[in-house]
């Protein structure tokens, strides 16, 4: 069970991580989609959420 939370939590690391670059991405452009913007951040809040939770799990 232990194994299987760790590769649950580093899937959302890496998830988190990709949003985070996208986000950056996206905010360097001429014209920033400030709606693509929202989104991202939501799912990366939605992201970390999980990771907390599943990080209580592994405590």
Same mark, same amino acid.
């Given at each position: 069970?232990?194994?299987?939370?760790?590769?649950?939590?580093?899937?959302? +690391?890496?998830?988190?991580?990709?949003?985070?670059?996208?986000? $950056?991405?996206?905010? @360097?452009?001429?014209?920033?989609?400030?709606?693509? $913007?929202?989104?991202?951040? +939501?799912?990366?809040?939605? $992201?970390?959420?999980?990771?907390?939770? $599943?990080? +209580?799990?592994? @405590?």
């Amino acid at each position: 069970m232990t194994e299987k939370l760790e590769k649950h939590l580093n899937a959302l +690391k890496s998830k988190h991580a990709a949003l985070d670059a996208a986000i $950056v991405e996206e905010e @360097a452009r001429p014209y920033v989609d400030t709606m693509k $913007v929202q989104d991202l951040k +939501k799912q990366k809040l939605a $992201v970390k959420q999980e990771m907390e939770e $599943v990080e +209580k799990e592994l @405590a």
